[in-house]
């Protein structure tokens, strides 16, 4: 599973350099619950009216239940980024251990 990582690592590497146009990209999610999501991505901090975020992940939670769906702050997320840079896509949480 590792190798998996570090292959994806490897494919990230040239849009943070800014040498691709959109890609994947990581972003990191400065604050969550209440029907409030706002994530650094690619230098932007955005909310949740400017991303798309999946049905399986969850930022409007009330209570945090400790269910995994849930969006925290801190939580670092895998970003697709289109190549006009006009629209994050959330894909999912990146889990390192």
């Not at 999610?29 to 230098?43: I, T």
């Not at 629209?87 to 949480?93: A, G, T």
Request: net charge negative; hydrophobic share 40%; proline share 3%.
């Amino acid at each position: 599973m590792d190798d998996v990582y570090a292959g994806l690592t490897e494919l990230l590497r040239p849009a943070e350099r800014g040498q691709a146009a959109g890609g994947w990209l990581f972003g990191q999610v400065q604050q969550a619950g209440h029907g409030v999501l706002r994530v650094v991505c690619n230098g932007l901090t955005m909310d949740q009216t400017e991303l798309h975020v999946p049905p399986g992940l969850d930022y409007a939670w009330e209570e945090d239940d400790g269910s995994g769906q849930l969006l925290r702050a801190g939580d670092r997320l895998l970003v697709l980024v289109t190549a006009d840079g006009q629209d994050y896509y959330i894909l999912q949480k990146a889990v390192f251990s």
